[in-house]
Structure formats: structure tokens, C-alpha cells
DNA sequence: TCATAATATAGGACGTGTCATATACATGAC
DNA sequence: GTCATGTATATGACACGTCCTATATTATGA
């Protein structure tokens, strides 16, 4: 339910359409909140009906008409109320954690090959997020607000802080297999 | 398509039921990895069709009948292929975060209380993972393979590893908002 | 001129996960 | 004696997200 949430802070600072949603999300918060278009389309239609966000249609001549959503005095309670309750708590999933805890099976280049392709994605990734300031430079100095800011940073920082301990941590493991302090399998076959 | 995965990978260790296989995740895997039993049926049955694996009914006359689900050769094979391949790279989402994006919103203290209930929970999380070593010795006992077991203690490395770190940085959060450092808000309202 | 990118919205189909509920039998606790 | 708990499987309904496709219009550049 949270992009719903996410759709209504947005919509705090003031009328967007679902184009500018799609891309606000991208620009600020895909790294922990990624948003399919056509689930923001639907998130806005469903949102108006339970009358959180109301719209007003823009007629253009220019370009095709946009629908411009703004919050209702609903919209920004259940907002507030959102943000100051405890958190969800839903628990990540991580596939490539499954792919290490069947990994035993593999040969020992294969594992190293696992870890050393999982550190190039971290490595890759953790670029991706120190780029992100630049990118959104324009959308900061638009909102203006120094509180704000400050929030949206920590959300910057906590992803480069968890990316760099991750890939702390597959250095470590791709360290530890050099050494060759990978277990060799046992013979026997295991039936239960 | 990783649960998929994840009940082949168990299935690898000898024939389960699914009501086996349930519990199974709920000892090792659930941190990274949580199976709904639900999920679980349908999932082996889609396998079965898929003929992925193959199931044996096993008659009891204590208890209501079993269904014992065994890896076919080509469940090992699709099971092997998938070990070596890139990862899937699904980025993770945090409800979490979405809070603290749109935490500027919110009074000083409420701010804090978001990080200081979500260093509890980072607690408690770290916890329950060096919990999991007790808890899952039989099973360990069981299948006795070093090399499993180094991949095994591997995830759990990385969710602790990866939990402390997150925990570090919510500390440092909140000394940070208990030295005063969070912005006061413009009064200004901002509407584009 | 012709293609393509950008602006703007919408809907179908599907995969995956979640919740609730149902059934059936056994054992041990109170 | 019954009530909860553990073993064991199954299904319906639904929420949420993803992918793909369709539709218009305008601006840009090759």
C-alpha cells in the first residue's frame, strides 16, 4: 500500500499530473521505491474514488490535455497519519541470497564467479545512487525547503551507506574464497 | 520466479512434503526468503506439471497422508542452471524509506520516533537472525556438508553484517536529530 | 519529409504473494 | 470430555506490481 503513500507525498508539494509522478519517482526515489507507470495511472483513478486526491483537467493546446491531481484535507490526514505510524515491516527479499544458500552445490569457480558478478552490480549500483544528487539538483531548488532536503538526503544516505556494507561484505566472501577457505563437498550422497 | 528456485534447492537434500518444506523456510530462509504455505502447494504443483519434480504419495495411518515431492533430473538441471546464472537484480523496495522521503512533514519529535522505533525493530531483527544458528543445528546435523554449511552461515553473515550496518546508520541518524541538526521548515507553502 | 522522441493517458493479461478458510486425524492438557 | 495444538493438504478471493500494447499530439532532428 505504500505507493499509494508515496503518490501523496508527492502530491503535497503541489498539483502533478501522472506523467510528473512517473517522473519524480525516478528521478528521486526508485532506488527504494520503484513505480510502474500504468500502476500510477491506477493508484491516481483509485485514490480520487476513495477521495484522497481530487483532479482537475488541464486543456492544452499545445499537447495532449493532462490531468493535474492535487491533495484533498482526507488526502493529507491519511498522509500524515501514514508517515507517523509505525513502519510495515514487510521483509525483503533477496534472490540473490537464495542463489547463495543453494550455492554449495556449485563448482568452486562458479561461486566466485556469483560473488564477483554480485560486487560489480553493488559497484555499478552504488554509482547509480552518487549520481543521483546532480540529477535531481532542479527539483530541489523548486521545493526549497531545508527540512525536506534533509529528509531526502538521509534516504540518498542510507542507500550508499547499505550499498558500500554490502559490498564490504561480497569483497570480504570473494577474499575468504581466494584463500581457498571454500569446503571441498562431502562424497556421500544425502537422501534426508 | 525464485521461490521456484528455492523449493528445488531444498528438494535437492532428499524427498519433502510440502508441509516439510514450509517449515524448512521457516527455519533458514525466511529472513531473505519468507514462503506463504499456500504458495508453497501451488507452487509444487505447478513444478509437478512443469515436471520439475515428481510426487509420491505416502499412505500413513497416524497422521493424513503425505505427498512426497522428489527433484526429476530436469528440476536438477533448470535448478543448476538458474545457481550459475546473473542474479535476477529485482530492486528491493523499503516502505521505510517512503517515511523518511516524506518525513519533512512531520514535528521533530515525530521524526525522531520514526528512527528510534526503527532501530527497536533493527534490534530485534538482529536478534532473531543470531537466534537462527540454534534453532536450525538439527537440520544442519542432518544434511552434515561443510560446504553447504559455509553457504548457509554465508547468508546469514550478510543479513547480520547488512543489519549492523543499517542499525549504525539509524543511530547515527539519531544523534544527529538529538544534536538539533534537522532543518526548520520554510513557512512559505510551495505549490509548484 | 520522414522518423523518433517527448508529452499524456489507459487497459488487458499475468505473476506472485497474502489472507482467510476448510478439511481430517491424532495427541496431550485441563 | 473437550479444547487447543500439531500434522498435512487445499482452495477462493484479492492486492499489488509488471509487461505489453494502444492511443493522440507535438517538437525535434536527420
Same mark, same amino acid.
Given at each position: ?19 510528473? /509522478? ?10 527504494? *521505491? !520503484? ?12 485514490? @480520487? =474514488? ?13 499537447? !495532449? ?43 568452486? =569457480? =562458479? ?9 560489480? @552490480?553493488?559497484?555499478?549500483? /552504488? ?9 535531481? @539538483? ?13 529528509? *531526502? ?13 554490502? /559490498? ?12 581457498? =577457505? /571454500? ?5 556421500? @550422497?544425502?537422501?534426508?
Amino acid at each position: 500500500m505504500s505507493l499509494d503513500h508515496a503518490i501523496l507525498g508527492f502530491l503535497q508539494y503541489g498539483p502533478r499530473s501522472g506523467y510528473d /509522478l512517473k517522473a519524480l519517482f525516478d528521478l528521486s526515489v526508485q532506488h527504494f *521505491w !520503484p513505480a510502474d507507470q500504468s500502476q500510477i495511472y491506477r493508484t491516481l483513478a483509485r485514490l @480520487t =474514488e476513495q477521495g484522497y486526491v481530487a483532479m482537475d483537467r488541464v486543456e492544452q493546446e499545445e499537447r !495532449p490535455d493532462r490531468k493535474d491531481y492535487r491533495l484533498t484535507d482526507a488526502g493529507r490526514e491519511a498522509l500524515h497519519e501514514w508517515l507517523a505510524a509505525p513502519p510495515p515491516a514487510k521483509p525483503g527479499r533477496s534472490a540473490a541470497l537464495v542463489q547463495v544458500f543453494f550455492a554449495g552445490q556449485l563448482g568452486d =569457480e =562458479e561461486i566466485l564467479a556469483i560473488f564477483r558478478r554480485a560486487a560489480d @552490480t553493488c559497484r555499478a549500483g /552504488l554509482a547509480g545512487l552518487q549520481a543521483i544528487p546532480d540529477r535531481c @539538483t532542479p527539483y530541489v531548488a523548486q521545493v526549497d525547503d531545508p527540512r525536506e532536503t534533509f529528509c *531526502w538526503m538521509l534516504t540518498l544516505e542510507c542507500g550508499i551507506h547499505m550499498t558500500q556494507a554490502h /559490498l564490504a561484505w561480497l569483497e570480504s566472501v570473494i577474499a575468504r574464497l581466494e584463500r581457498g =577457505e /571454500l569446503p571441498i563437498a562431502k562424497e556421500a @550422497t544425502c537422501t534426508r
